[in-house]
């Protein structure tokens, strides 16, 4: 048996690298796992490529409460509850210096990596109370607990997502829920090609390497890396786990 046997799991973000890499991890170590994301195109795709039916998909937008309620209640009547809420989903916004950075822009990462937390939070909590406690997990990043120049809106939503974590952790304590964060650093995936072109659009190679290069460890992490940790702090191995940040980063923030 693997160490999620008989928890139902769901998954924001769930088309993404970290996403259907969790949600293939989870699935393999006994989980059913309902993934989340923005497009059926996309979700259909995470599908296929983690190719296990233990993992189905739900369409939706982590902005919206009513989708939030949906994708929960979805969670419930396919597979009996909710044991674990992998808060996943976030975009990396553009790379401009705050004096150039419009409202618009701001706004929209805010709203997906903070308030899209929220409200999973918000709807996930009482499922999980109903099941005599679960787990939940915020996807936040090393840009978390930096300061990173050029995408301010990213790192501030980061940097709140903890703040948050740290709330609900003691909120939901007494209801046998724990709530950490993972701090993954650069990961191999879409999002960090989106953030490499975006900060040198002539040389996103040479961003890369710049990048890399202040990673202890030599490299980006792989989706697996990141999807490793979250699948412990969902296991009962992590029942002694709350209020904690997880930083899976090569060591890029050593404090």
């Not at 996403?19 to 170590?29: C, L, Q, Y």
């Not at 296990?52 to 597979?79: H, L």
């Not at 990141?226 to 090569?250: C, P, Q, R, W």
Request: aromatic residues 4%; contains cysteine; hydrophobic residues 45%.
């Amino acid at each position: 048996m693997g160490r999620l046997e008989g928890k139902v799991a769901v998954i924001t973000g769930g088309a993404g690298g970290i996403g259907r890499a969790a949600a293939k991890k989870f699935a393999a170590e006994g989980a059913n796992v309902l993934i989340a994301d923005m497009s059926q195109e996309a979700v259909d795709e995470a599908l296929a490529w983690i190719s296990d039916n233990r993992v189905t998909g739900f369409v939706g937008d982590v902005t919206a409460s009513e989708d939030n309620a949906q994708m929960i209640a979805t969670a419930v009547e396919r597979y009996g509850g909710v044991d674990t809420l992998l808060a996943n989903a976030g975009i990396e916004g553009v790379a401009a210096p705050i004096t150039e950075m419009s409202e618009d822009d701001f706004d929209r990462v805010i709203a997906v990596n903070v308030k899209g937390v929220w409200l999973g939070l918000k709807h996930a909590i009482p499922a999980i109370a109903k099941r005599g406690g679960g787990s939940i997990v915020i996807t936040s990043s090393v840009a978390g607990v930096t300061g990173t120049p050029s995408i301010a809106p990213y790192g501030t939503s980061k940097h709140a997502v903890i703040g948050l974590m740290r709330a609900a952790a003691r909120e939901c304590a007494p209801q046998n829920i724990r709530v950490n964060t993972v701090n993954p650093s650069p990961v191999e995936t879409r999002m960090m090609r989106s953030l490499e072109a975006s900060m040198a659009p002539d040389d996103p190679e040479g961003a890369r390497e710049r990048i890399r290069a202040n990673i202890p460890l030599g490299r980006y992490a792989e989706p697996e890396d990141i999807a490793n940790v979250m699948a412990f702090l969902a296991s009962d191995e992590a029942e002694f786990l709350t209020g904690s940040i997880y930083k899976a980063d090569g060591g890029n923030s050593q404090y």
